[in-house]
C-alpha cells in the first residue's frame, strides 16, 4: 500500500505565558518577552506499508516546513522553560515499523525506530528574546528526538481487558 499525505495547520499562541513575578524576575535578568505569534505548519509524508504472511512492514518519509516554529529557551540557569516562536524551521524524518504476527491471535509484537531532525532559521519574533540563533543558514532544534528505537508488545487478555509494554531508547542531546 502506497499512501502519500499533505496537510497545512495553524497552530494558535498560548493565552497566557509569563506574567507577575516570573515577568519581574527575567526582567531584571536583561530579558525581554515579545508578543508570541500562531505558527504555520505545512506536511508532506509519503508511506510504504508490505504485508507478508502475517508480518508487515511500513516505512514512512515525513516533511515539515513551519513559520513562527514554537520551541522553548531556559530562564537564565533555572529550571523555568519559556516558549518563543523562530522564524522558520524544517523537521525532517525517517520512520520503519515491523510488525510481527499475532501469536495464538493473541500477543503482538513491534519493533520501530525513526530518525528526526529538526532546525531552525532566522530570529526569535516572539517569546523571550535573550535567545541569539546563528546569523546564516539552520542550527538544530529539538535535538532530543534524533533516533528513536521502539520495541513492545501488547496481548488480549481474559474478561474483555489488555495488557501492553513498551521500551523506548532515544539520542540526540547535544
Not at 497552530?11 to 508570541?36: E, I, M, R
Request: glycine share 14%; aromatic share 14%; charged share 15%.
Amino acid at each position: 500500500v502506497v499512501r502519500g499525505f499533505f496537510g497545512r495547520y495553524y497552530q494558535p499562541p498560548p493565552l497566557s505565558t509569563v506574567s507577575g513575578p516570573v515577568l519581574a524576575y527575567a526582567v531584571t535578568k536583561g530579558f525581554g518577552f515579545l508578543p508570541l505569534y500562531g505558527e504555520r505548519d505545512e506536511q508532506h509524508e509519503l508511506g510504504l506499508t508490505i504485508p507478508y504472511r502475517g508480518w508487515i512492514l511500513d516505512l514512512a518519509h515525513f516533511r515539515t516546513g513551519a513559520s513562527n516554529f514554537f520551541d522553548h529557551d531556559a530562564l537564565g540557569n533555572s529550571n523555568l522553560f519559556l516558549p518563543l516562536t523562530i522564524d522558520r524551521a524544517r523537521i525532517r524524518g525517517y520512520e520503519a515499523t515491523l510488525r510481527l504476527p499475532q501469536i495464538w491471535r493473541r500477543a503482538g509484537f513491534h519493533l520501530s525506530y525513526s530518525n528526526q531532525t529538526v532546525q531552525g532559521s532566522g530570529g526569535v519574533t516572539g517569546g523571550l528574546t535573550d535567545f541569539e540563533p546563528p546569523g546564516e543558514g539552520y542550527f538544530p532544534l529539538d535535538h532530543d528526538q534524533r533516533n528513536t528505537l521502539s520495541v513492545g508488545g501488547q496481548t488480549t487478555l481474559p474478561l474483555r481487558s489488555w495488557a501492553s509494554a513498551n521500551i523506548d531508547y532515544g539520542s540526540g542531546f547535544l
